[in-house]
């Protein structure tokens, strides 16, 4: 089998900017606004040996949206920008502080003390701190001398907890300590049995037991590095070149990318990962850009996995809240993760103590040809003439890698010239494995093993990835409804002169409050559109963009089980709200041990107006995970995503005017059989 060596011109027109270089409202923080933050943060609260005080969040605290619009709107933001301030969660003597600082003043505007259930995000530095702690505790040094264990040899992760009903909510972690020997697929071999909690304020291990359990997955058949792997190899793949004689067709200004006929600004936050604002798209018919997305982002992850056993119940993480999409991002690789005409943008953060660190490469922007066809048609039926039009299909891809542990997401942001965007998760890394005394599903002695033998000894644990982006779609403009379009079956009737009995027709309803817009997608067929009421096309349609999902999956534990009543988000495939500042984190702002009263589904239950408002959509990517043998010891890729698309927004096809790329193949490029 060959595949073919194959070369891509991609010809964009290059869009001119003023390379003005200011601060944009949606800008992250900087990293003199960051020192800036601990400098007037440090004057109110000194740290000293007696007085802990730690950076567990800080952000860009979200300017007024009235304010940035105006803001925006004065296209050459000849007005005053918003204030700039950041939003800071601290922890201080086991207490969660929220200090909001204005950056032009620099001073503290707000600063109070949160006194409801959760607890913030786990930093990388304190989950770092708290398993050297485990691996030089006395007890769980004795518990791996007696299991035969190298010490050398044995990693130790950490785990959120969860919360089980329990009154008091410490700032808890368990450790899960796995066992390398040779390996360096860490997650592939667990070593089961031990209970061991570090309180993350204190410092200190808060509980420890061993329940001693049986032996551990083999190692051998975890390598994945390839140049460790023994042949034979394959199956083979030829080299490929993707070249743009004119260099990239998009230009970044700042955080503000242009590229065809898409304006958006891109940002990164330490929990949500990548962040999209301000997305407008160039319409040619009416000269002018149109807005489409003031905000979307990734808002929460859950994964529960489906093992109730003590090494696994806990096991139902909240990934954005708990570890931060954004602070588990990783640095891509240059023409492995991202092609090679991809551009890459660094992160700048505050660690533990305040002061910022850099990332590089956590965001990569690229230019996407897959060879697919972005419209075409062949006519034949005019006599004497064969006519056929065919565009090619660019779109332009932002991406971040965001490693969870043993997973990875690829998460990408696609805008499309059709005016689509499309968002798509990628599942792939390794999968949570535990230990069985099986190597064949005939030794299998009790009712269920919570999944699939994957190799000896291991068995690869059912669970759910679910993916909740928040999308402050403004259409035109904020004042917006949401229609669910059902398709209903009619019956003609006898009265007609037709031989056919039936025919679908659509039934418009606008949703009212936010129990109308609550969805759970493939009940029945129906579009569901976010459309501006206050503009028509000229033929009278309201303007608008369609959601397309994906595949769907919801939540199969039981409503009252407490990992779901935390992530009652997923209740629903679909949500409106209407805008609020706050309400930005479907877990609610504090994810770790919450307790499911500051959720998504809370808010909803208020049942506001969503008619000719503010609103936000809220959609769930959803995948439920039977482990199957081909994803170990690495998964290959499996991805899901959905589409955000022109519905009566542009008068006709807003591609069709676009000339079609120019593609060339380099002199080898012939496809061989060998
Ligand atoms: C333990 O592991 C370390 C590092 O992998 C190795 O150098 C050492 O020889 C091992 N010790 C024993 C007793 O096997
Ligand atoms: C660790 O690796 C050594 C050498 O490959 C092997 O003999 C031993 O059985 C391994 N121990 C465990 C617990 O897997
Ligand atoms: C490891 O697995 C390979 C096949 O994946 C097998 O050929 C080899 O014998 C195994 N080695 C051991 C020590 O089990
Ligand atoms: C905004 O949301 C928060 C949290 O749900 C709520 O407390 C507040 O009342 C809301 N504000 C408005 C104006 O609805
Ligand atoms: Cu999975």
């Known amino acids: 089998m060959a595949l073919f060596h194959f070369t891509i011109f991609i010809i964009s027109s290059i869009f001119v900017t003023s390379s003005s270089s200011f ?57 005053k920008p918003p204030p700039r301030q950041a939003f800071v969660i601290a922890r201080e003597n086991g207490k969660t502080r929220e200090i909001v600082v204005d950056l032009f003043s620099r001073a503290i505007l707000s600063d109070k003390i949160y006194v409801g259930n959760g607890n913030p995000m786990l930093t990388t530095e304190e989950q770092q701190a708290a398993t050297a702690l485990v691996l030089k505790f006395k007890p769980f040094r004795d518990s791996m001398m007696r299991r035969g264990l190298n010490m050398s040899e044995v990693v130790v992760t950490s785990s959120t907890m969860g919360w089980f009903g329990e009154a008091k909510t410490e700032r808890l972690i368990k450790t899960i300590p796995f066992y390398l020997n040779g390996s360096v697929n860490t997650y592939l071999r667990p070593i089961e049995g031990m209970t061991i909690l570090v309180d993350l304020d204190k410092m200190k291990i808060a509980k420890f037991k061993d329940r001693y359990k049986g032996p551990l997955p083999k190692a051998n058949g975890t390598e994945y590095r390839i140049s460790n792997l023994k042949p034979p190899f394959g199956p083979s793949l030829r080299d490929a070149i993707v070249f743009q004689p004119d260099g990239p067709g998009f230009k970044i200004d700042g955080h503000v990318v242009r590229w065809a006929n898409w304006e958006f600004h891109i940002s990164f936050d330490v929990r949500a990962g990548v962040i999209i604002s301000l997305a407008s798209i160039f319409d040619i018919d009416m000269n002018k850009y149109r807005q489409i997305l003031y905000k979307g982002h990734l808002s929460e992850m859950f994964v529960p996995y489906m093992d109730p056993s003590d090494d696994w119940y806990f096991i139902t993480y909240l990934d954005c809240g708990e570890f931060g999409c954004g602070q588990a991002a990783v640095s891509l690789e240059p023409y492995t993760d991202c092609p090679a005409n991809a551009v890459f943008m660094d992160s700048i953060t505050a660690g533990l103590d305040g002061t910022p660190t850099k990332k590089s490469n956590v965001i990569c922007i690229f230019e996407k040809y897959a060879g697919d066809i972005m419209w075409r048609h062949t006519e034949s039926e005019v006599p004497g003439l064969e006519i056929t039009e065919v565009r090619p299909d660019v779109s332009l891809v932002a991406r971040t890698v965001t490693t969870v542990g043993n997973y990875d997401y690829i998460v990408d942001y696609e805008f499309k010239p059709s005016g689509s965007i499309k968002i798509e998760v990628g599942l792939t890394g390794v999968l949570e494995v535990k230990p069985v005394e099986y190597v064949h599903t005939s030794e299998i002695k009790e009712d269920d093993i919570h999944g699939t033998i994957v190799a000896d000894y291991t068995v690869g644990v059912n669970h759910d990835h679910f993916v909740t982006f928040r999308l402050d779609l403004d259409i035109d403009g904020t004042d917006n409804s949401f229609i669910r379009n059902e398709l209903v079956t009619k019956k003609t009737p006898k009265s007609a002169n037709t031989p056919r009995k039936s025919y679908w027709t659509t039934s418009k309803k606008t949703a009212r409050t936010e129990a109308d817009a609550r969805v759970k997608l493939g009940q029945r067929p129906e579009e569901l559109v976010v459309v501006n009421p206050n503009r028509k096309t000229k033929h009278g349609n309201e303007i608008g963009y369609r959601l397309l999902s994906g595949p769907v999956a919801g939540p199969l534990l039981d409503q009252n089980d407490y990992p779901q009543i935390r992530a009652a988000f997923t209740n629903y495939n679909v949500w409106i709200t209407p805008y609020n500042k706050s309400e930005v984190w479907a877990s609610g702002l504090y994810a770790d041990r919450s307790q499911g009263d500051d959720t998504l589904n809370v808010w909803s239950q208020r049942n506001r107006e969503i008619e000719k408002k503010d609103i936000v959509m809220w959609y769930t990517v959803g995948f439920h995970h039977v482990p199957c043998q081909e994803d170990f010891p690495t998964m290959p890729t499996l991805a899901r995503g959905f589409e955000l698309r022109p519905t009566n927004f542009f008068e006709q096809n807003p591609v069709l005017k676009t000339k079609p790329i120019k593609l060339a193949k380099s002199p080898k490029c012939t496809p061989k059989n060998d």
């Open 23 to 79: 601060i944009h409202p949606f800008d992250p923080l900087t990293e003199p606004e960051l020192r800036l933050v601990h400098n007037v943060i440090n004057k109110r609260y000194p740290v000293g040996p007696k007085h802990r005080f730690t950076y567990e969040y800080v952000g860009l605290n979200e300017p007024d949206k009235s304010l940035v619009l105006s803001w925006h709107s004065s296209r050459h933001h000849n007005i």
